[in-house]
């Protein structure tokens, strides 16, 4: 039998072998999570001068490919910090975005409240894309009973789904995201899955526990999501790479110029979500998803590592009662009873993997891919095709 791993934190961040088992340390103590995001701000973030070219690059290609047309972009806004963040920089670089907020039916009260008061006092325009609720419901609803760690799939590939949608009906080329590497970075495989757009997989599930068929649902795979943005042109940006972003400054921004009010942690503008990270995950999957993202914070330098050691010894839920709450509205609004949530909880965890997935095959095919890619990159190849 395999000794335990011997406990370690990482030195710069407070990710651990607790929170993720194949979590690797370099001679410092630092982990691979961190290198990760210190990659991908090298390479994806472009600060001051270089952010500055980078950015009137983008606005001037948006406002060339809108020419005659009454929107210039397509816009996403959840009601969170980074996307309405984003909304108010678009007024401020004179855009005029089709602003898209999609409503699966999880919505906090807060949010709906905020996403309205921005889109009033900006002035732009608000297509509110709503996902039929019953077959969400009954998709979400199998993904519960499959027991798969990434329970928020069903509104998080129906969201890109839209997205895509939308952009294509307006003849829009720039669909313009809040996400962004500097407070999101990137989360440790063991926080979430690679499943977001593997169509195959979410049809098995719904295939193997689901009632009803999926007709409306606005479902985006592999192949699709190359047709909009290859084919169709679609370009998915993310401008608060370009920016010197501070996500407590841009709170204070939203608050002072926008009546913005905000929701106690990432993400929880939405109920499901803020249910599902908040207590789904740390007590049946063991992860904590606060410490990811706080993780990231300290990398970016806009939290101390003290700070954020001491907001994740603090419960998920500070108010028991908006818990209790929480839960009472996720059931009644799914339609399970507290037996069926419980049987849940205690049922083991099940790996994505046990589903039919695109993803085998693409794991399968990938060494091909590569190696005729370097064939057609080669020097050899590129003057003979050039001739």
Known sequence: MTAPRPYQICSRCILDTNDYPEIEFDNDGICNICRTFDKLRAT?????????KKLNELLANIRQSSKGKPYDCLLTLSGGTD?????????????????????????????????????KRLGFDLYTFVIDWQE??????????????????????ALLGAFFRVCRKYRLKYLLSGHNVMTEGWLPPNFTSQYKLDTMNLRAIQKKYGTVKLKKYPSIGFFRYQYYTRLCGIKFVNPLNFVEYNKEEAKRILKDEL???EYGAK????????????????EKYGVDKRKAHLSTLICSDQLTRNEALKIAAAPPYSDPELLQSDKNFLLKKLGMSDS????????????????????KYYRKLSPLVRRIKSVFRSPESSSSLQS
């Open 44 to 52: 994806q973030v472009f600060e001051k001068e270089a952010g500055e």
């Open 136 to 157: 969400l419901r009954d998709l979400q609803i199998a993904y519960f009973k499959s027991s798969v760690i990434d329970l928020d799939i069903p509104s998080e590939n």
């Open 259 to 261: 009546d913005w009010q």
């Open 340 to 359: 069926d949530f419980e049987l849940f909880m205690k049922t083991a965890p099940v790996p994505h993997s046990a589903f039919p997935s695109y993803l």
């Open 83 to 119: 996307s309405s963040y984003l909304a108010y920089l678009c007024k401020q670089w004179k855009l005029n975005p089709l602003v898209l907020h999609v409503d699966n039916g999880w919505n906090s009260e807060l949010a709906v409240k905020n996403i309205e008061e921005l889109v």
């Open 267 to 282: 993400h929880y503008e939405n109920v499901f979500t803020r249910f599902y990270q908040g207590y789904i995950l740390p």
